[in-house]
């Protein structure tokens, strides 16, 4: 699977830098897709959640007040945000260090509509990919730029990925 | 997808403009005031040096509960914050309030006269000869 983590620049600030994920020859984000997905049905909890990441990026950071970490196995940090059960949707995330927050997909909170776990799968085999490259120093953090640097685009061909089982959208 | 550039590519979702332009101004208070509200809460336990689960022991709830509270997206009572003022033993005021920054370190320093004889001095003019 070819994609690249993109910076989105309505939501990331001088607190955060909030990503996502653009696989190739797909025109839109996974954030994107997610809130495409239940902007009809869950409009009102669509908004919060937009103007809740914009409010990371700007002025909160990333607390860990806001993130349900026992979501996803440890060993590829992906957490959930804002997952209440008085919420209706739940966005999977990872965290890259204390200042730049990847959002993937998300789905409808279990017991609502029978969530599948592929947006989690997805963002943990992406998150496997991220680790792998900022273990070797091709990804790190730019304390001048305040922003995620590197190589931030991973091909197949070029040996990034995470060698899983390929996952379809 | 060129791999020709370090860094993430920046990405303007006209999507997203939609979605933020889409909300109202009673939403983007609602929203504001939950994240204001559990911040001071926050603020508060981590000056009282409190956890989760000393709060939530206080109060008889559930850290889970606490968790939420503190996540930015609960919508208080103020029944709720009632209670959480008592167990944190401040005024509910103290929640509308905003924080004031944190003294790291306060210096005094004190100049005393005291003991100096009158005849002397502490300074004498340097002469270059």
């Known amino acids: 699977m070819n994609y690249e983590i993109i910076e989105m620049q309505q939501l990331s600030g001088r607190k955060a830098g909030i990503y996502s994920v653009m696989i190739a020859n797909d025109n839109l984000s996974l954030f994107e897709h997610f809130v495409k997905d239940h902007i009809g049905e869950h409009a009102m909890e669509i908004r919060s959640i937009t103007q809740y990441l914009s409010y990371i990026g700007n002025r909160y950071g990333m607390q860990n007040r806001f993130f349900n970490v026992k979501r996803g196995r440890k060993a590829d940090s992906v957490c959930a945000l804002f997952d209440h059960p008085e919420q209706k949707l739940r966005l999977y995330c990872y965290r890259v260090g204390t200042v730049a927050l990847i959002i993937g997909g998300g789905t409808t909170r279990p017991g609502k509509k029978g969530a599948a776990g592929l947006p989690e799968k997805l963002l943990a085999s992406i998150s496997r990919d991220i680790s792998s490259k900022i273990r070797t120093g091709d990804i790190y953090w730019s304390e001048k730029e305040a922003r995620l640097s590197g190589n931030l685009i991973f091909t197949v061909d070029g040996k990034q990925s995470s060698g899983g089982p390929e996952i379809q959208q | ?129």
Not at chain 2, 13 to 36: G, K, N, Y
Not at chain 2, 65 to 77: A, D, K, P, V, Y
Not at chain 2, 82 to 111: C, G, H, N, R, Y
């Open chain 2, 1 to 129: 997808m060129e791999n020709n550039h370090q860094g993430a590519r920046k990405y303007s979702s006209e999507f997203i403009a939609d979605v933020m332009a889409s909300i109202t101004p009673l939403e983007s208070l609602q929203v504001e005031t939950r994240f204001v509200l559990a911040g001071r809460i926050a603020g508060i336990m981590d000056s009282q040096r409190l956890s989760n689960k000393e709060l939530a022991a206080r109060m008889g709830k559930n850290p889970s509960e606490i968790s939420r509270w503190l996540s930015g997206t609960h919508n208080f009572t103020i029944d709720t914050l009632s209670e959480i003022a008592i167990a944190l033993e401040v005024p509910v005021m103290e929640f509308f309030i905003p924080s004031q920054p944190k003294v790291i370190q306060d210096v005094q320093l004190t100049v005393s006269s005291e003991n100096i004889s009158s005849n002397s001095s502490s300074f004498y003019p340097v002469y270059h000869i």
